[in-house]
């Protein structure tokens, strides 16, 4: 037979030589043809074959087997991919639901969750009454047509004030003569708690109706307060500070009530105060006591600050000083009261009084009995000791705007 090719087993004949230099001449590892020794190197493993069919099928054995665990590697990868991104997915929502509910707790606890403001929730706690049998059916119409009457003239019901506690303390103070060195009262200032439409929620309006019950007796005040002659009910507040949000007033704070408080059940404090008295052309000013400043978490400076105020301008050696200075608006976390003097004992201790909106006016009316021992005085009576939340904030009132400090 005709010679074979050693490469591919083609007859090739006499032209063999030809048929390898041309067909198979790269792999050819020396000249000269025939070399039955000739020997081909796998590039991938250095195995040595004699054969080039050998060897090709030999490297696609290689290359079969790379590509099947590169695809093998690739799924593994995908795999382990996918599964990251599916859990990274999981942790983001259950991040956004964990926030979600956080949000809304805040908001519930804020008063900000549409579920309806003060007119809502007067009507929801009668209805209450009435269905526990402690309200009569014609006492619940009778109160929601006085209420609504009300609220459509934006003035506070005073179903809720107790007036002549200070005058009370004046006269108290003049015949007591224990312990009390000197005492300073704000003028004029009418208590007022939260009432079955506010409760839980509306002490920040409440004090502000206090401060402003001795704004209106203080003839100082009679230009600022030109439109404003009546307390204000919760719901017309909240326009007031709505108001004073337009004019540009404490952007942030806006913001964070979402530029509405009417109909909701939202808590203010500090910032509100101070936006809307500026708005009236009320000159104030917000302190924070924003640490402790005495042993056992106590606020010595908060006291010091507070007997300056009242004390200044009104030195004389009377005991008992009705000053003409307004209460002060005192807030911590979760609630705020209204300070309507400061005691300085004979061994030199301090002691603020203070109108709590917390505190029902049957409590409050002991304190206009004549024959007052004093023990009634508890409810007022705070101590150092007693004051001990990590921060204080207070609005102190002081004076008239003119138009251009105003702005």
């Known amino acids: 037979g005709l ?62 087997e790379h590509s099947f665990s590169e695809g093998g590697n690739r799924r593994d990868l995908e795999l382990a991919q996918q599964l990251q991104m599916e859990e990274d997915k999981w ?11 956080e949000f809304k707790k805040l908001q519930r606890q804020y008063g900000l969750d549409n579920s309806g403001g003060y007119k809502q929730q007067f009507l929801k706690n009668m209805e209450r009454e009435v269905d526990r049998g402690r309200m009569q059916p014609f006492e619940y119409h009778r109160r929601k047509a006085d ?18 506690v200070i005058e ?16 300073w009262l ?13 409760r839980g929620w509306g002490c920040g309006y409440r004090n502000f109706q206090m401060l402003l019950s001795s704004l209106l007796q203080n003839s100082l005040y009679n230009d600022c307060l030109r439109d404003t002659t009546l307390i204000p009910s919760i719901p017309k507040i909240q326009s007031m500070i709505e108001d004073a949000w337009r004019e540009g007033f404490d952007p942030h704070g806006a913001s964070h009530f979402n530029n509405r408080l009417h109909g909701s059940k939202a808590w203010i404090g500090a910032c509100e105060i101070y936006s809307l008295l500026t708005s009236l052309r009320i000159k104030c000013q917000i302190i924070d ?29 009377a005991k008992v000083v009705c000053t003409p200075k307004p209460p002060i608006y005192l807030q911590h976390q979760g609630h705020s009261r209204t300070v309507v003097g400061i005691e ?15 505190c029902p006016s049957q409590e409050m009316q002991k304190l206009l009995k004549q024959n007052n021992d004093g023990s009634s005085l508890r409810l007022l009576r705070k101590y150092v000791g007693s004051l001990k939340e990590k921060q204080y904030q207070i609005v102190a009132v002081d004076g ?8």
């Open 3 to 64: 010679p074979e090719c050693p490469f591919c087993g083609e007859a090739a004949g006499r032209e063999l030589e030809t048929h390898v230099r041309a067909r198979h001449g790269h792999l050819l590892g020396a000249p000269g043809i025939g070399n039955s020794e000739q020997l081909y190197e796998c590039p991938m493993c250095s195995l040595t074959c004699t054969n080039i069919q050998i060897l090709e099928e030999h490297v696609d054995l290689h290359l079969e």
């Open 91 to 101: 942790q983001r929502s259950e991040e956004e639901k964990r926030e979600r509910e």
């Open 147 to 164: 209420m609504m009457e009300c609220l459509a003239f934006g003035i506070d019901d005073e179903k809720t004030k107790t007036s002549g």
């Open 168 to 183: 009370a303390l004046c006269k108290y103070y003049q015949n007591e003569n224990k312990d009390v060195r000197h005492v």
């Open 186 to 198: 704000s003028a004029g200032v009418n208590h007022f708690h939260s009432s079955l439409g506010d």
């Open 289 to 317: 006591f924003h640490k402790p400043t005495g042993p056992m978490s106590t606020h010595p400076r908060l006291f010091e600050w507070i007997l300056r105020y009242y004390s200044t301008d009104n030195e004389g050696g």
């Open 344 to 358: 300085e004992k004979k061994n030199k201790t301090l002691c603020l009084l203070l109108f709590d909106p917390g």
């Open 400 to 407: 008239v705007l003119s138009l251009e400090e105003k702005a």
